[in-house]
């Protein structure tokens, strides 16, 4: 069945980068929608960043310009670029596939 196993979490100081993976298997990226979502603790999950699958994207105004979504059909993966990281940025990343579908997370700590 479908698993989603993500990665590239990890500390960073103010101002740098990060790029996370989300690997599915079971199902092929190019086929769904995809989202970024994450979570601070005692704050709701949010959506960040979201492709469609014409590639056409949306993100969060809190991330526009710093952070991009894609998508690497070539190695079934979906991506998302972080930059310019800010204290708030810190929290549990998770990748939501085809609105049916997430995966673990991947914790991000700025400082």
């Known amino acids: 069945q479908v698993q989603l196993v993500e990665s590239g979490g990890g500390s960073v100081q103010t101002g740098g980068s990060l790029r996370l993976s989300c690997a599915p298997s079971?199902?092929?990226?190019?086929?769904?929608?995809m989202a970024w979502f994450r979570q601070s603790p005692g704050k709701e999950r949010e959506a960040v960043a979201a492709?469609?699958?014409?590639?056409?994207?949306a993100y969060t105004d809190s991330v526009r310009g710093r952070f991009t979504i894609s998508r690497d059909n070539s190695r079934n993966t979906v991506i998302l670029e972080l930059t310019s990281l800010t204290i708030e940025d810190t929290a549990m990343y998770y990748c939501?596939?085809?609105?049916?579908?997430w995966g673990q997370g991947t914790q991000v700590t700025v400082s």
């Open positions: 079971g199902l092929s990226v190019s086929d769904f929608s």
């Open positions: 939501l596939v085809g609105f049916d579908y």
């Open positions: 492709i469609r699958r014409d590639d056409l994207t």
